[in-house]
């Protein structure tokens, strides 16, 4: 029998560069030419071997319990198409579980990308749409050997649902 859970609103804040600057950068588009500055994404890829690919991901909807973290690398995503989407964050941390009271969820729209910091907890990509295909910059083995997951159902018999904020 599955034990019940809480589940939680949580509301999707609209993504900017200083609100999420505790979790990662927010990447928007630039001139071509620009020079290299602190808009671009400082990445930490040197402890494997990069791996750039498009996923594609079906039906997330807005609810999670579980929430992730890479502690080897930074990593970038971005949704093709130009829809939005949602990402759960908590900051950084080499601890077996998230700060709660720092968990947010953002709104990021189809026209730019994240990266995330290395330790960042994240829960996602979810959206609403039926999938989306998603380019993502990690280590080739991020998902093998880099994936430590903390799961609020179990822990702590709650969930999250995103809703919209007004």
Same mark, same amino acid.
């Given at each position: 029998?599955?034990?019940?859970?809480?589940?939680?609103?949580?509301?999707?804040?609209?993504?900017?560069?200083?609100?999420?600057?505790?979790?990662?950068?927010?990447?928007?588009?630039?001139?071509?030419?620009?020079?290299?500055?602190?808009?671009?994404?400082?990445?930490?890829?040197?402890?494997?071997?990069?791996?750039?690919?498009?996923?594609?991901?079906? %039906?997330?909807?807005?609810?999670?319990?579980?929430?992730?973290?890479?502690?080897?690398? %930074?990593?970038?995503?971005?949704?093709?198409?130009?829809?939005?989407? !949602?990402?759960?964050?908590?900051?950084?941390?080499?601890?077996?579980?998230?700060?709660?009271?720092?968990?947010?969820? !953002?709104?990021?729209?189809?026209?730019?990308?994240?990266?995330?910091?290395?330790?960042?907890?994240?829960?996602?990509?979810? !959206?609403?749409?039926?999938?989306?295909?998603?380019?993502?910059?990690?280590?080739?083995?991020?998902?093998?050997?880099?994936? !430590? %997951?903390?799961?609020?159902?179990?822990?702590?018999?709650?969930?999250?649902?995103?809703?919209?904020?007004?």
């Amino acid at each position: 029998m599955n034990p019940s859970i809480d589940l939680q609103l949580i509301p999707a804040r609209p993504i900017t560069v200083e609100d999420f600057r505790p979790y990662g950068q927010l990447i928007a588009p630039s001139e071509d030419g620009k020079p290299f500055d602190n808009e671009d994404a400082r990445l930490e890829l040197n402890r494997g071997t990069p791996r750039f690919y498009i996923m594609r991901l079906h %039906t997330r909807g807005r609810k999670f319990s579980r929430i992730t973290r890479h502690s080897q690398c %930074t990593q970038c995503l971005g949704s093709l198409g130009g829809k939005e989407w !949602f990402m759960g964050v908590a900051p950084p941390s080499e601890s077996p579980e998230p700060d709660l009271d720092r968990l947010t969820v !953002f709104r990021i729209p189809g026209d730019c990308f994240i990266k995330l910091e290395v330790g960042t907890w994240h829960a996602g990509p979810l !959206f609403d749409e039926e999938f989306i295909d998603f380019y993502n910059l990690e280590l080739s083995d991020t998902n093998v050997v880099d994936h !430590f %997951t903390y799961d609020f159902r179990k822990e702590r018999s709650i969930g999250f649902e995103i809703v919209d904020s007004e």
